[in-house]
């Protein structure tokens, strides 16, 4: 699943890439698939996006904005999988569940694995989409200060029990984040899944809140993580400290085995020697 970062990079790329093309034809899914969500029939999508152009594209959170100008927003969001620009002469995917055919005759689709929304919104009514509507802060944001992580997570600890993890991954409480990079974070700040928000003291607060902060950025100056892909089908540069590939073996830091558990409807990768 594409997480803060890959949302970042493909907005990027779209802007140096997509920004200016018109549009020929526009097309839903040939391959059905049960979670992704559509707000439009597949005539009313190809009329609506015939003739447009793409304009700046933007991220936040876990979703991504692209004008087709004039009028309305392809909005891509909760999803994993590629979004890929294809070159003139390329080979179109046996399958995709959205599809974008420009004039100079490259074009650029979208395939999800699990699910993920494809919906397009007249300009400004994408803001009033449930998950985009009220989001909070995100990392990459100058609003995210460590002013505001604290009193988020003092805010949180009067309303319910929270854990570590669920600060990080539950109700996008920091929008963007989810269970993969999570895992770096985590170790970064020394903190096991299970700690409670309530028993953070302030010297881990300012941790968790600065292995947010250098965990982001390292994963967007890279690309991504090295298991997602980009607008060009290019793999990200970043590899996890803590994944599936680290489980069984020494930490980095004090050699004891690194653990998986499973916890909050994901894997957790840890090591009992540093996080506590």
Known sequence: MFELPEFV??????????????????HLGNTPHRFVWYNRSHEEFERLTAG???????????????????????????????????????????????????D??????????MWG??????????????????????????????????????????????SVKGLLTQDQTIPG?????????????????KHSIADLSKVQKRELYDAILSTVIEVMEQGGRYDEFDLYNNRGGYVRL????????????????????QYLGGACYICPGCQV
């Open 52 to 102: 447009k152009t793409i304009g700046e594209a933007w991220s936040k959170g876990r979703w991504l904005f692209i004008p087709v100008e004039p009028g309305y927003v392809l909005l891509l969001g909760e999803c994993g999988g590629k979004v890929l620009y294809h070159p003139p002469g390329s080979k179109l995917p046996k399958k995709y569940h959205l599809y974008l055919i420009f």
């Open 177 to 193: 984040l989810g269970n993969a990079i999570a895992q770096d974070i985590m170790f970064r700040a020394s903190l096991h899944p």
């Open 104 to 113: 100079d005759d490259s074009f650029f689709t979208v395939t999800t694995q």
């Open 242 to 261: 803590m994944d599936k590939n680290a489980a069984g073996n020494p930490c980095p830091e004090c050699g004891i085995v690194i653990e998986k558990m």
């Open 117 to 162: 929304a494809m919906e397009l919104y007249e300009k400004g009514e994408e803001q009033s989409r449930q998950y985009v509507q009220g989001m909070r802060t995100t990392p990459v944001e100058p609003e995210f200060t460590f002013d505001y992580f604290s009193t988020l997570v003092d805010d949180l600890v009067t309303e319910k029990k929270q």
């Open 9 to 26: 990079t493909l907005a990027k790329q779209i802007n140096h890439t997509l920004k200016g093309k018109t549009i020929r034809s526009g």
